[in-house]
C-alpha cells in the first residue's frame, strides 16, 4: 500500500518552492492588466505582408503612441493604446497603412476608467465571496464529523494554494510572452476554484464514509486509505480534461491561450493539492503536528493516541 500520507511534509516542501517560485515570478514580471483592468484602447490587426514586432513597435512610435504596447498573437498584433475617439481610430489606421502596408482590422475595444475600476472591483468581490461561501458549505456538508470547521479550512487552504500555483505560473509565462491579464483569465481562475474545491470534496466525502465505518481512532490510515480509493478517479479526471485543454488551444489558438493556459496549470495544481495538500493538512491539524514545520515533533499525547 502506498503510505501517501506519510509523506505529507515532502508534498508541503514541493508546493512551498513551487509557491515561492510563483512569488519570485510576479516580484519579477507582475501581471500586467488587460483592457478590461485599465482604461484604453485595445487594436488588433494581422498585415498582408511579413512584418515584425520591432517595426510595429517602431511605427506606433512614429506616430505619437510611444507608450504602446505590441504583442503578437499568431499571425495578429495586439495593440494597446491609450483610449481613442473615431478620428484617432482612422488616424491610426491611415498611419499604419502608410507605413507597414496594408492590413486587416480584426477588432477595436475601448474601456473607460470608470468601467475597469468596475471591472476590477467585482472580480475582487466575486473571489472573496467564493472562497467564504465554499467555507462555510463545506463545514455544513460535513458537520457530523469531528471539528467540521477544519475540514472546510483545508479545503479553502487547497483553493489558495491552487490559485498562487496559478497566479505564479502566468506571471513567469506572462512575462515572456507579454500575455495580460484580461477577462478570460479571471474565468479561467475562477474555473479553477471550483474544481480545486470539486477534486477535495470527493476525497473528504469518501474520508467522512471510512471515518463513520472504521471510527477515527488511526485518522491518518483512513485518510490514506481514501485517497487510494479516489486516486484512480482523481487522475483519469484530471488527465482527460488535460486532453480536451490542450486540442483546445491547438484548434482554436491565440483568442482563448490565457484561459485554456490557466486551466491547464489549474488542473494539475488541483488534482496534486487535494491529495498533497488538503488532505494532509487535516492530519497535520488533527495530530497536531504544526510545530513540524519549524522542526518540532508533536506533542507526546497526541502520537500516543494516533499510535494507539
Known amino acids: 500500500m502506498f503510505d501517501i500520507i506519510g509523506k505529507r511534509f515532502w508534498f508541503f516542501l514541493i508546493s512551498g518552492v513551487v509557491i515561492l517560485a510563483g512569488i519570485v515570478a510576479l516580484a519579477v514580471f507582475g501581471l500586467e492588466p488587460g483592457i478590461e483592468f485599465k482604461s484604453g484602447s485595445e487594436v488588433t490587426i494581422s498585415f498582408e505582408q511579413p512584418v515584425d514586432k520591432q517595426e510595429v513597435t517602431q511605427a506606433l512610435a512614429d506616430l505619437g503612441y510611444t507608450g ?53 472591483r467585482n472580480t475582487i468581490i466575486a473571489v472573496i465571496i467564493s472562497a467564504i461561501g ?37 506571471a513567469f509565462l506572462g512575462g515572456i510572452f507579454d500575455w495580460q491579464v484580461d477577462l478570460m483569465f479571471i474565468a479561467g481562475v475562477l474555473t479553477v476554484i471550483g474544481y480545486s474545491v ?36 482523481s487522475l483519469i479526471t484530471g488527465i482527460g480534461t488535460l486532453f480536451v485543454l490542450i486540442a483546445l488551444l491547438l484548434i482554436v489558438g491565440a483568442s482563448i491561450q490565457n484561459l485554456v493556459v490557466v486551466l491547464l496549470a489549474g488542473i494539475i495544481t488541483g488534482t496534486y493539492s487535494s491529495i498533497g495538500t488538503a488532505a494532509s493538512l487535516l492530519v497535520v491539524w488533527n495530530r497536531g503536528e504544526w510545530g513540524r514545520f519549524i522542526g518540532r515533533k508533536p506533542l507526546p499525547a497526541v502520537a500516543a493516541r494516533e499510535r494507539d
Open 198 to 233: 470539486n477534486d477535495t470534496i470527493v476525497i473528504f466525502d469518501r474520508m467522512r464514509e471510512n471515518v463513520r465505518n472504521r471510527g477515527e481512532a488511526n485518522f491518518e490510515a483512513v485518510v490514506n486509505d481514501s485517497i487510494l480509493e479516489t486516486l484512480s478517479r
Open 134 to 170: 465554499m467555507l462555510f458549505y463545506i463545514s455544513w456538508a460535513f458537520r457530523r464529523m469531528p471539528n467540521p470547521f477544519r475540514w472546510g479550512v483545508c479545503a479553502i487552504a487547497a483553493l489558495l494554494h491552487d490559485v498562487l500555483v496559478v497566479v505564479g505560473v502566468f
Open 68 to 120: 504602446a504596447i505590441v504583442r503578437k498573437a499568431g499571425t495578429d498584433f495586439i495593440l494597446d493604446l491609450p483610449e481613442l475617439d473615431d478620428a484617432a481610430k482612422e488616424a491610426l489606421r491611415a498611419g499604419l497603412a502608410d507605413k507597414l502596408g496594408q492590413f486587416r482590422d480584426g477588432g477595436f475595444q475601448s474601456v473607460g476608467a470608470k468601467a475597469a475600476e468596475d471591472t476590477t
